[in-house]
C-alpha cells in the first residue's frame, strides 16, 4: 500500500521561534504561509509541518498523489481505494472520504496508541 509523501505536521505554540529552530537543523521552507501561521519545511527528503492553532497534537500525514517534493505523480492509488482497503482491514476511520466524489478528499485515523493519521490527497 503506497499512502503518498510522507510528513509530520507539527502542532507549534510560536511558528517563528519552531521556524527559525528548524532552519538551525537544516531544514528550509518550502511552502506555506508564516503570515496564516502555517509553513512546510524540508530538509532533503524530510518534510515538516508547522501549525500554529489549527489542530491539538501532531500527526503524521500521508499525501497520495504526490512525492516528497510535491510533484503529481502520474500513477497513484486514490485517497477512496485506501480508505476501502483499510476499512476492510477493520480499521476504524475517524473521518471519511466522501466515495461518491473524486479529486481532493481525506480520511483520519488514530493508531493504538491516539496518534493521529492524516491521509490527505489534494489532488
Known amino acids: 500500500m503506497d499512502l503518498g509523501a510522507f510528513s509530520i505536521s507539527l502542532s507549534v505554540k510560536d511558528i517563528e521561534a519552531s521556524k527559525a529552530f528548524y532552519e538551525k537543523l537544516g531544514f528550509t ?5 508564516i503570515t496564516q501561521k502555517w509553513l ?10 508547522l501549525f500554529q492553532d489549527m489542530f ?10 504526490w512525492d516528497q517534493n510535491a510533484n503529481t505523480l502520474g500513477n497513484f492509488t486514490d485517497v477512496r481505494d485506501l480508505q476501502r482497503q483499510l476499512k476492510a482491514q477493520g480499521l476504524k476511520l475517524e473521518t471519511e472520504a466522501d466515495e461518491k466524489t473524486t479529486g481532493p478528499a481525506s480520511f483520519v485515523l488514530h493508531d493504538p496508541d491516539g496518534n493521529a493519521i492524516l491521509v ?3 489532488i
Open 29 to 33: 521552507v518550502f511552502g506555506g504561509d
Open 120 to 122: 490527505d490527497q489534494h
Open 40 to 49: 512546510i519545511l524540508k530538509n532533503g527528503a524530510h518534510l515538516i509541518g
Open 56 to 65: 491539538e497534537g501532531n500527526i503524521l500525514t500521508f499525501n497520495p498523489g
